[in-house]
């Protein structure tokens, strides 16, 4: 039996998801159906959206499946009626019950967008940023009921470059996930892929991110917070206060040079950067977005300041 024959059942719901359903149905595997999460109110208008996923899945007219409990027996029916052979997943944000691992006899497989075992959980792609890693991949594994710890068939490695933000990492690992998969799902089908159980006292997890995530604390060193400003971007995003205002940080990278004024502490620059007093360092906004504005160059924000001073 080839890929092509085998009946698949894709579960996903963001971007990231949607590059690897693609590749799948570029590269001729046979997508009988998908799941994704159910609309969401999107917008101050609050109009409901729908997935990525499943706007992909319109396209191409492939049933889709949007249950809001992965564990109801309404979903179960719905799902076994497919008769699914392998059920491949990629970001789909719901835990999957024990008789959905095992309805598909080649079982389902996971994209996860980390080096299991570290990284397990909701946040893989960002941390490695915040972390000062210098490489992250991609993993493919057997999913089972815990999260993220089944055994791994393959992975690819990616190098962080000092320029990468949580946006164009992702891009990264979301094109390499997909590339994975689709080389990697043969030899699960013709029963050659490797299994390796993850050594557990390596893991570790990363849960779902919020905004308080992004509030810069000076305190810390320059750049830890240029990780951040970077990993967070461009959600949840980071952020601080000047005068009572909230200014949403976009870009900004490290002055080596020490202050002696106190950490968080708005330094006197040559106008081209908001310059911040740090433990250590100092960080250099080159981009930011004041409250209620829209997103401008820190000289522009200098030049408003001046003219008000006036």
């Not at 959905?100 to 959980?121: D, F, M, Q, W």
């Not at 089944?150 to 996930?177: M, R, S």
């Not at 461009?234 to 005068?243: K, L, N, R, V």
């Amino acid at each position: 039996m080839t890929v092509s024959d085998v009946r698949i059942v894709f579960m996903g719901t963001p971007e990231l998801a949607e590059c690897v359903l693609k590749a799948q149905l570029d590269a001729g595997f046979n997508i009988v159906a998908a799941v994704t999460q159910p609309d969401k109110p999107k917008g101050r208008g609050g109009k409901m959206a729908m997935s990525p996923v499943k706007e992909l899945c319109l396209e191409r007219n492939i049933p889709v499946l949007q249950p809001e409990r992965a564990k109801s027996d309404e979903f179960f029916e719905e799902l076994s009626a497919f008769k699914p052979d392998v059920i491949t997943v990629a970001a789909y944000g719901k835990i999957l019950p024990k008789r959905v691992l095992e309805l598909p006899a080649y079982g389902c497989i996971n994209v996860h967008t980390s080096l299991l075992p570290k990284y397990r959980g909701a946040a893989p792609i960002q941390w490695p940023i915040l972390n000062g890693d210098k490489e992250t991949g991609v993993t493919i594994m057997y999913m089972d009921e815990g999260c993220d710890t089944g055994d791994i068939i393959t992975q690819a490695k990616l190098p962080i470059e000092p320029f990468d933000t949580g946006e164009t990492l992702h891009d990264k690992v979301a094109a390499l996930g997909a590339k994975l998969l689709v080389e990697t799902l043969p030899s699960v089908i013709d029963g050659t892929a490797v299994r390796t159980p993850q050594d557990h006292s390596e893991s570790t997890y990363v849960g779902m991110m919020d905004r308080e995530l992004g509030k810069l604390d000076f305190s810390r060193p320059a750049a830890e917070l240029e990780r951040y400003v970077r990993g967070l971007y461009p959600w949840p995003g980071t952020f601080m206060y000047i005068d009572g205002k909230l200014i949403k940080i976009k870009k900004a990278f490290v002055k080596p040079e020490d202050s002696k004024e106190a950490p968080g502490t708005v330094l006197k620059s040559d106008g081209m950067t908001l310059d911040i007093a740090c433990a250590d360092g100092i960080l250099a906004v080159t981009e930011l977005q004041p409250e209620g504005k829209k997103a401008m160059a820190a000289k522009d924000y200098l030049n408003g300041l001046k003219g008000r001073s006036k």
